[in-house]
């Protein structure tokens, strides 16, 4: 019988599993896991997820360690930067005094 607390999901971090198909692809999320340590999560992440040889890479990434913009405040964040002129440097004049510009 087992306690609260005492499930694997309940003691160990959770690790988010990004597998590479093909050499010059990007890696792609494909899921999550729980693990003790990074070692045992990449054995289980490429067991679990690369069952039929069609990785050639994997990455697993402590769940707690990544961090995610706002879907809510998409708009101000991913703002375009036309109307931004002051961004580019064609905004601001050359100083007369300095060489080289």
């Known amino acids: 019988m087992t306690t609260p607390g005492d499930s694997a999901s309940e003691i160990w971090p959770l690790w988010e599993v990004f597998v590479r198909s093909n050499r010059g692809l990007s890696h792609v999320h494909v ?3 729980h693990a003790p340590d990074e070692t045992l999560a990449v054995r289980n992440a490429r ?3 690369t069952r039929r040889s069609e990785g ?3 990455w697993v990434v402590p769940a707690a360690a990544i961090t ?6 998409k708009g101000a964040f991913f703002e375009s930067s ?3 002129s002051y961004r580019h440097a064609s905004y601001y004049s050359k100083s007369e005094g300095v060489k080289h510009l």
């Open 31 to 33: 899921g999550s896991l």
């Open 47 to 49: 067991d679990l997820y």
């Open 56 to 58: 050639v890479s994997v």
């Open 68 to 73: 995610t913009s706002d879907p809510d405040a």
């Open 82 to 84: 036309a109307g931004k």
